[in-house]
Structures are given as structure tokens and as C-alpha cells.
């Protein structure tokens, strides 16, 4: 697993801990899998079950407890540390603050996990992401020029950063409207009060 895969398993599992804690590892996986996370994370059970344990051994979690429901066997609940409360931030600002130009991971983990920061900080990162959006297509730019000059890239190697630019343009446009509804009062953030009922903090469905 690369540094990048296993730095997205690591806060998609515990921003699930999070933000529905106590909670066991069968509901961490069957609500992972609601947010299709083996489509854009390329995350399994076994990694979602692999991480709960390292993030266990890791001081990032702690086991609550057992639950049993009927005939099922005991399932261990588990709950975020203090520490973990520090590295689930680390990691969540660490992702939201830096635009991948092929791949839409960190915008994903900002949507998942913004409830967890404040209005204003979304607010700043959103900002932030689009410049970066309009650097790395200007960068893009620049490669495909230098495919153009080269004497021995192939010339249809442009098309990958055409379809990165793209993909960043779509992102662009997302990034604006997600911004917009956010300045406009929608969703709740850290510190506020959500004028609706929240799922987070219950595990029974």
C-alpha cells in the first residue's frame, strides 16, 4: 500500500470512529461502504478492519467495550483518544489544504469530514483549493508544452494532462458551488448547533 493509500485509510477510518463513536467495526465497514469508499479510496474490508487495529495499537483509539445483538457474536466498540482526536485533524487538515491534479481523494475526505472544523476554516481551505486548482492547470499547461518540444515524449502524453485540466476545471466549478452554499448558511460545522437531527452519534440503523 502506498504512503498516499494508507494516509486516506487511516483518516477515512477514523474520521468514521469520530464521527459516530462508540461504534464497532462491522457498522465502520457497512457504512463505508454506503460512502463507496472502495470506488474512490480503493479501501476493502479487510483494510477498514486492518486499520482499526493499527489504529488501536497506535494509541489512536480505544476499545470501549464488547456489544452483542442476538445471536451475533461480540463485537468490539471503539472510540476515539485524545490523541486520536489530534491525529484525526492532522491528517483531515493535512488532505483538505492540497489539490491532487489526478485524482478527487482530497476533496472527497473535505465533504466527508468538514463537519469536524470550523465554517471559517472550510470557508479558507475552500478558497485556498481553488488557486491551487488554477496553478496546477497553468502547470499543466507548461507539460504540455514541453511534450510538444520534447524529442522523445510521445506527443499524445498531453492528453494526460489535457484530461487532468479537465478534471481540475469540473473540480473548479464543484469548489464554487460547494462554497457558495456553505457562505450561504447550509450544513452545521464545529461549534454550531445543527437546526435538524443528526445520525452521527448513533450506531443503530
Do not use: C
Not at 122 to 146: C, M, P, Q, W, Y
Amino acid at each position: 500500500m502506498s504512503n498516499s493509500s494508507r494516509h486516506a485509510t487511516r483518516l477515512i477510518v477514523l474520521g468514521a470512529v469520530h464521527q459516530f463513536q462508540p461504534v464497532h467495526g462491522y457498522f465502520v465497514r457497512r457504512e463505508l461502504m454506503t460512502w463507496h469508499v472502495d470506488e474512490w479510496a480503493n479501501m476493502h474490508a479487510g483494510s477498514i478492519y486492518n486499520a482499526l487495529r493499527t489504529l488501536k495499537k497506535d494509541g489512536y483509539l480505544l476499545e470501549d467495550g464488547t456489544e452483542t445483538e442476538g445471536n451475533r457474536p461480540e463485537r468490539t466498540t471503539y472510540s476515539v483518544t485524545e490523541e486520536g482526536e489530534v491525529e484525526f485533524l492532522r491528517l483531515l487538515r493535512q488532505s483538505i489544504w492540497n489539490v491532487e491534479p489526478f485524482d478527487t481523494v482530497s476533496a472527497t475526505m473535505l465533504v466527508s469530514f468538514m463537519y469536524a472544523l470550523s465554517r471559517k476554516e472550510i470557508i479558507s481551505a475552500l478558497e485556498h483549493r481553488l488557486t491551487e486548482i488554477d496553478a496546477r492547470i497553468k502547470t499543466n499547461g507548461f507539460n504540455v508544452a514541453d511534450v510538444a518540444q520534447s524529442k522523445t515524449t510521445p506527443v499524445y502524453v498531453r492528453e494526460i494532462f489535457e484530461l487532468s485540466s479537465a478534471r481540475l476545471q469540473g473540480e473548479k466549478q464543484w469548489t464554487l458551488t460547494l462554497l457558495g452554499r456553505i457562505k450561504d448558511g447550509e450544513y452545521f460545522f464545529a461549534g454550531e448547533t445543527p437546526n435538524m437531527p443528526d445520525r452521527r452519534h448513533s450506531t443503530r440503523r
